[in-house]
């Protein structure tokens, strides 16, 4: 069974504290980072299948960390997290490489339901980078990466099972 890895950048440590046990219950695995700084540096070690990043942190704009985040090359979906609700901030969070803006206050069920989809349409492309235990899976590269860095090249027949095993797996750990 694998988890989905979320990266939630925020620095309200009341909303992460009550927040995360309910997104763990919901099957995902929760980082966070409480600086745009430290995030950065989290998502450019780590694979996540989802960011989770408020707009408003104490080092800087997470529209900014959204467009850096995007310029770095990194394709995992993004999904702002803020409380200003305005046409312009909405704008500005897509137009900065988003993938989803949610206003806070938020319902619990609908940010799962929203994170989800965000998953499941990124998983459905070929760029994506899947961790399937101790390996890194890259179906657009044809490559499975062992946790020492040796890889090995796959055949279609090959990227096919593993993407439909991975997704498989997906689908029973909801239930």
């Given at each position: 069974?694998?988890?989905?890895?979320?990266?939630?950048?925020?620095?309200?440590?009341?909303?992460?504290?009550?927040?995360?046990?309910?997104?763990?219950?919901?099957?995902?695995?929760?980082?966070?980072?409480?600086?745009?700084?430290?995030?950065?540096?989290?998502?450019?070690?780590?694979?996540?299948?989802?960011?989770?990043?408020?707009?408003?942190?104490?080092?800087?704009?997470?529209?900014?960390?959204?467009?850096?985040?995007?310029?770095?090359?990194?394709?995992?979906?993004?999904?702002?997290?803020?409380?200003?609700?305005?046409?312009?901030?909405?704008?500005?969070?897509?137009?900065?490489?988003?993938?989803?803006?949610i206003t806070k206050p938020?319902?619990?069920?609908?940010?799962?339901?929203?994170?989800?989809?965000?998953?499941?349409?990124?998983?459905?492309?070929?760029?994506?980078?899947?961790?399937?235990?101790?390996?890194?899976?890259?179906?657009?590269?044809?490559?499975?990466?062992?946790?020492?860095g040796k890889r090995t090249?796959?055949?279609?027949?090959?990227?096919?099972?593993?993407?439909?095993?991975?997704?498989?797996?997906?689908?029973?750990?909801?239930?």
């Amino acid at each position: 069974m694998t988890s989905k890895r979320l990266l939630w950048i925020d620095d309200d440590q009341i909303l992460l504290q009550t927040t995360t046990p309910h997104l763990e219950a919901e099957g995902f695995h929760v980082v966070t980072e409480p600086t745009a700084a430290k995030g950065l540096v989290r998502c450019n070690k780590e694979n996540f299948s989802v960011i989770l990043l408020d707009v408003g942190l104490p080092d800087g704009n997470g529209c900014d960390v959204c467009s850096t985040i995007r310029k770095q090359g990194l394709n995992v979906p993004i999904v702002l997290l803020t409380g200003s609700d305005s046409d312009n901030d909405t704008i500005c969070g897509l137009e900065s490489g988003a993938s989803d803006y949610i206003t806070k206050p938020f319902r619990l069920a609908i940010l799962v339901a929203r994170l989800n989809a965000q998953i499941r349409q990124h998983e459905q492309h070929n760029d994506v980078v899947i961790t399937i235990g101790p390996y890194t899976f890259r179906p657009a590269d044809k490559l499975i990466i062992d946790s020492h860095g040796k890889r090995t090249r796959l055949s279609d027949k090959e990227v096919d099972i593993l993407r439909c095993l991975y997704l498989a797996g997906r689908t029973v750990s909801r239930e």
